[in-house]
């Protein structure tokens, strides 16, 4: 039983961009047998906490997309209150920003900003995406939210699918949830180990690029008004994510420590 709550509470975590899993897993005391575990595609013992999981991410899915029909710009403001605190997570432990890093983070920037999408939350119902862009989604995402720091639902909204993963959830849309799934379980296999592998040797460089990434994908998150309202959202995703990278703090340091 614990361990499906602990599930729930994470994929009610991962559905909110900034929100690391990884950080979620080593507060819950389970992030180095997990993905010990999970590239030995050692499953059984975690079978609860991926029911939980399943569970959280449709309660959360199914929220955000209730929000996003009936309050696109109170939801997308919090969103990106969210977003944008996330960069603390992602530049913790890493040098002060210089000339060479500030490349990267530029080039992040840069990138994210010309790749991004359409903005969030404009259509209210389930396109038609491209299942390459799916899986792909899927197997960046799975692979990034288990590394400590980096929040994986951020990919999303780089890839712009971020609220059709939300639609399909909402609306059991088997099709596009089988595509990102099968990009998840990929993602876990084959790229979890090479990029907790690059972010050990090129931690400032990668931290600095995918902090830039986020700052410039975060144009789909813009609202077309403002309201009193929608900046207390703002503000208030913004703390949340804020205060919970204190956590990432810790853990990662403990982590490297151990």
Request: glycine residues 10%; positive net charge.
């Amino acid at each position: 039983m614990k361990l499906f709550i602990q599930g729930a509470i994470l994929g009610l975590i991962l559905v909110l961009p900034g929100m690391s899993g990884g950080t979620v897993l080593l507060i819950f005391g389970l992030y180095e047998d997990l993905v010990k575990d999970l590239l030995k595609l050692k499953l059984k013992p975690y079978i609860p906490l991926i029911l939980g999981l399943i569970l959280g991410i449709y309660i959360g899915g199914y929220t955000f997309t209730v929000f996003f029909e009936n309050h696109r710009d109170l939801t997308v403001l919090f969103l990106l209150g969210c977003l944008l605190a996330s960069t603390r997570a992602v530049l913790n432990n890493v040098p002060k920003l210089n000339k060479k890093y500030l490349i990267f983070l530029l080039l992040g920037a840069l990138l994210g900003a010309s790749t991004a999408g359409e903005p969030l939350g404009v259509a209210v119902e389930v396109e038609a995406a491209n299942w390459m862009l799916l899986m792909l989604g899927g197997a960046l995402s799975s692979a990034a939210m288990i590394i400590p720091g980096v929040p994986g639902s951020s990919v999303l909204i780089l890839l712009g699918i971020y609220d059709t993963i939300l639609f399909s959830i909402k609306e059991l849309e088997i099709v596009n949830l089988l595509f990102y799934g099968l990009g998840s379980l990929a993602g876990i296999v084959l790229l979890l180990k090479l990029l907790e592998q690059l972010f050990q040797k090129f931690k400032p460089q990668l931290s600095y690029f995918f902090a830039g990434l986020i700052i410039g994908s975060a144009r789909i998150l813009l609202p077309s008004t403002l309201s009193f309202e929608s900046l207390l959202l703002f503000v208030i995703g913004f703390a949340s994510v804020w205060f919970w990278s204190k956590k990432d703090d810790k853990k990662i340091l403990d982590r490297q420590g151990s």
